[in-house]
């Protein structure tokens, strides 16, 4: 994505974020596909709960996409001292790919969240391994989309990955409740959108050239038995680029001694 593109998604991001009112808060507490608190590929800036005892989380992921057919993405997510989080997965497909996420939560005032991410990443570790990261803030807050409540997440960072030339990430994420007293606020609509993707070398959804739209139906946490929860998304990735299309159905179990 070029530069006139990046600083125009910014420009209509700050407008549209500016013209939003803010209401009531938004259930949330689910996944991206790799692990860390968020929407689809996006982190947010909230960790997932952890207040009293470490919360862990583990689950796994299925794509297909027109590339790469099959992949797997198993993952292990723990929360801790409220305001950290970190996660560790498996990217399986063509290729197989170790990412090491993690979240620092540093400013929590009036609903508004800011938080430092790191994403590392191992690729290609059966073939060439090489490595490459991303890095950035988050910005997590209540909003609402044409007068239906919303937590959005705007992500601001940069890809480390051997160059140093306009490597820039900026997203836009947003979550809100689908039929709301249908689904007893138990499923929500996520989506979000930017020149981001999970992974440098992601089996679908690759936003490197023109930006992604990724948009899910989200099960939050339902707790089956004591203290232990199960949530479940389905993905649609990069709707809008026929290079990079994918599905995925992602199952997560949660366990908050």
Known sequence: MNTKNKFSILVLSIFLISIIPITASVTTGSTTLTGLSG?????????????????????YTAMFSGANNFSHIPFIQIGFANDFEAAISADIG??????????????????????????????????????????????????????????TT?????????????????????????????????VNLVMDFGNVGYSVNPSGGNATDRGSLNFGIRLLPIEFITKTFVSADLRLLDLF?????????????TFKP
């Open 39 to 59: 929407y689809v590929v996006i982190p947010s800036a909230i960790p997932t709960d952890s207040s009293n005892n470490p919360s862990l989380s583990t689950g």
């Open 94 to 151: 063509l290729t197989t790919d170790i990412l090491l996420q993690a979240k620092w939560r540093f400013i929590e005032k009036n609903n508004t969240n800011f938080a430092f991410i790191i994403n590392g990443q191992a690729l290609d570790l059966s073939g060439t391994a090489y490595f490459a990261g991303q890095t950035g803030f988050a910005a997590t807050f209540d909003s609402a989309i044409m007068n239906f409540p919303s937590k």
């Open 154 to 186: 705007v992500f601001l960072g940069y890809t480390f990955d051997g160059t140093f030339d306009s490597n820039i990430d900026f997203a836009m994420a947003f979550e809100t409740p689908l039929w709301k007293k249908g689904f007893k606020e138990k």
């Open 241 to 253: 680029d026929d290079t990079g299309r994918a599905i995925s159905l992602g199952l997560g179990i």
